[in-house]
């Protein structure tokens, strides 16, 4: 049988007024209800007043009962409302306020799950919001548990759990104003501590907790409390180092060597097989060891430190920018983000944390004509296709990305927003979304900055890309050379020579 509203050929699975309809536009006619353009209500459309004529095809616009078939009306049985149809002649939102009943109780005016579950029933993806209700490692589960054992909901209890099953109820929750706003990935890292320390005898764990938290951590939070900035690719370094010193106790362990007995052969042997973290993560553990009397001082040994890799030549970048810039088939944000990565050599992690208020535009116009990496620094400015493209941001999100329920009325206009309720996307999310279209994101910041390098002074690359003095002084360098014979290197794959070098004892 034909279809009436696509024309294929396909088994019907309802005779609408507008004619037979298969399964794909009848599902897609029964969860989007739209105005009905002749009663201006909110139903699900399934006729047209006109007949169709010589077969042709027909977009439904007027409901069941202004079709005069009220056979096909789908209105509610409780609310009278004309939202999608779900079971029991109940519409999907009255049936998704049962089942929050159901997981959460009828909560008292006022209360933390009074205000989610108001939020949730009125969410513009009701059907996700019961997925989520289900899904047995999501936070519904978590939230039912706390609410079973009487737990008050706070970022402490939360980070008793997997992170990958609570991140998005605390976004949530964050963004009704349920719990207070915190810098999280600095929060976590001692969650973190705790997690990989968990297998350690109690010495060695008393050991990496003391390091993690009046050494390592100690610093980060005076990063953070100086620059009120604590990103995703710190917060992983961390994370990694930590590990690192866990797994050097835990390698002495297996052979039976306490830390106090630790000599320098048994430490080479450790560097022999230890990556490159970790004989970072080594010294620095074994410079506060030192300073607490608990090793004997020692030597590591390093590898000579490296360039970074310049495998995109400049052909090569003008080339993929080019296709970020005239590609129609890339998303814009994908196009922007990689236009931004090529052209300027912009962190990535910035590029996420970019908002509407960064943009500079034309006066009577709508056209970005600049952009600012940070609040009140010098406007860099874009070329017309960037600018037409940043133009467009935020790009619309798809219904089945879209958050859950609606950002508060003065959330920040993200350019890359995220799928949670508030918030921007997340470095690893974006990252994965230029590998998917070939753009590589630090061989693209690479090219981007040696080619800025030998065009720019440093200071200049400091104030308009947010770089510090120090990496800016060392890309100009790198610019003043031939890296003609170093590529040629890259590709032959010349390992570094490794160098000795005596890193000051308790300095």
Not at 317 to 339: H, K, N, Q
Not at 358 to 387: K, M, N, W, Y
Not at 440 to 446: F, G, K, T
Request: hydrophobic share 40%; with cysteine.
């Amino acid at each position: 049988m034909r279809c009436a509203i696509c024309g294929q050929m396909r088994v019907y699975s309802a005779r609408w007024p507008i004619g037979h309809v298969c399964a794909t536009c009848y599902h897609r006619g029964r969860s989007t209800p739209r105005p009905c353009a002749s009663c201006s209500k909110i139903r699900v459309l399934v006729g047209h007043p006109d007949a169709p004529a010589n077969d042709e095809l027909l977009v439904p616009t007027i409901c069941g009962p202004c079709s005069g078939s009220y056979r096909y009306s789908y209105v509610c049985l409780r609310c009278g409302g004309g939202e999608e149809p779900y079971k029991n002649l109940l519409c999907v939102r009255c049936a998704l306020g049962d089942q929050l009943r159901t997981a959460f109780g009828d909560a008292p005016p006022g209360s933390p799950i009074e205000t989610l579950t108001t939020a949730l029933r009125g969410s513009r993806r009701p059907r996700s919001v019961m997925k989520w209700l289900t899904n047995p490692r999501g936070g519904a589960r978590v939230l039912g548990e706390l609410l079973d054992r009487g737990t008050p909901i706070s970022h402490e209890a939360l980070d008793t759990y997997d992170e990958r099953e609570v991140w998005s109820l605390r976004r949530t929750l964050v963004e009704l104003e349920i719990l207070p706003e915190r810098e999280d990935p600095l929060a976590r890292l001692d969650v973190i501590v705790e997690k990989i320390t968990a297998d350690l005898a109690p010495s060695p764990r008393s050991i990496v907790r003391a390091y993690a938290s009046w050494w390592y951590l100690r610093r980060a939070r005076r990063r953070y409390e100086e620059s009120g900035r604590f990103t995703y690719p710190q917060f992983r370094s961390a994370w990694q180092r930590i590990a690192a010193v866990r797994a050097l106790l835990k390698w002495l362990e297996s052979n039976a060597v306490p830390l106090g007995a630790l000599d320098q052969p048994t430490l080479d042997a450790w560097l022999e097989q230890a990556t490159h973290t970790q004989r970072a993560a080594t010294g620095d553990f074994l410079r506060w060891a030192v300073r607490r009397s608990l090793v004997e001082r020692l030597t590591v040994t390093y590898p000579e430190r490296t360039e970074p890799t310049i495998l995109l030549s400049e052909e090569r970048r003008w080339a993929e920018l080019r296709r970020c810039l005239t590609d129609t088939s890339i998303p814009d944000d994908v196009r922007a983000a990689g236009a931004l990565l090529l052209l300027y050599g912009i962190p990535l992690q910035r590029i996420i944390e970019l908002t509407r208020d960064h943009l500079v535009i034309e006066a009577g116009s709508d056209i970005v004509t600049a952009f600012r990496t940070t609040t009140g620094a010098p406007a860099v400015t874009v070329p017309p296709r960037l600018g037409r493209i940043l133009t467009r941001l935020p790009a619309p999100i798809p219904s089945g990305g879209a958050p859950l329920i609606d950002a508060r009325a003065n959330a920040p206009s993200w350019l890359f927003p995220g799928r949670g309720t508030a918030g921007h996307v997340t470095f690893t999310g974006l990252q994965a979304r230029l590998r998917t279209h070939s753009l590589s994101v630090r061989q693209s910041r690479n090219a981007a900055l040696i080619g800025l390098a030998a065009d720019l002074p440093a200071s200049v690359i400091c104030d308009l890309f947010g770089l510090s003095v120090a990496a800016a002084v060392n890309w100009t360098r790198r610019a003043a050379r031939d890296w003609t014979g170093y590529m040629h290197l890259v590709d032959e794959r010349v390992r570094p020579s490794v160098s000795t070098v005596r890193r000051p004892n308790g300095r």
